[in-house]
């Protein structure tokens, strides 16, 4: 992890990135849903949102972070030592214990080593057929192409690995992993305005809707600066 992860990631940080990107919680819904699991991590859970989200919706949702102000957050809107600090390279949890883990702009600020111990850790601790959920910034997107070194992904000097789907597929599979998906049906009615850059916002609601489809639900995610990639343990 780059070295000045402790100071880049402080309260301030936490507090500007204090909400929950409901399509993604949706989407990791309908997945929880439609696989009958139950019970699922968030590795890197930040402000705790997802883990709050997925408990009122009746699955038994754990969280976890490295940033002891990340977790004093989460703790306060999840009771019963459902959040803990812990590394996603040292995750203290019983084998094949969890459906589902997610892990949403994590692997990005891992190096490779600490990579290769995070999948061994993912495998470890979800059940045969199990789901790992990951988001990280598209290294493939023709935004990067057109932004250069103003591109997203490299706004934040705590990201030190970028994949696109195929090289993440690939490595994944040396892990025996399988089934990868990365287009997902989501909830649409939602509130996502934030989602939107602000010259959308004024557009009508299905218009933007229709605009929030194309790149979830579609081919067109790959435009996305950031994707999403499930994949199903072995």
Known sequence: MHKNHHQYYNQKYFIARDHLDLHMAETIKILLQKNHYKKILDIGCGTGKLVFFLNQNKFKAFGC?????????????????????????????????????????????LSQKQIAVFLKETKRLLVK?????????????????????????????????????????????????????????TKFTTDFDWDLPGFLQPLPKFIKTTILFLLISTPLCFIRNSFWLSARKQ
């Open 65 to 109: 972070d490295r940033s002891i102000t990340a977790v004093k957050f989460a703790q306060k809107i999840n009771e019963g030592g459902k959040i803990i600090q812990a590394s996603a390279v040292k995750l203290p949890y019983k084998n094949c214990s969890f459906d589902m883990i997610t892990a949403i702009s994590i692997i990005e600020h």
């Open 129 to 185: 057929n199990g789901m790992l959920f990951i988001v990280t910034p598209n290294f493939s997107t023709p935004i990067r192409y057109f932004q250069g070194k103003r591109w997203f992904g490299y706004s934040d000097p705590t990201h030190i690995n970028f994949f696109s789907p195929s090289t993440l597929i690939a490595l994944l599979k040396q892990y025996n992993f399988y089934n990868f998906k990365t287009i997902f049906p």
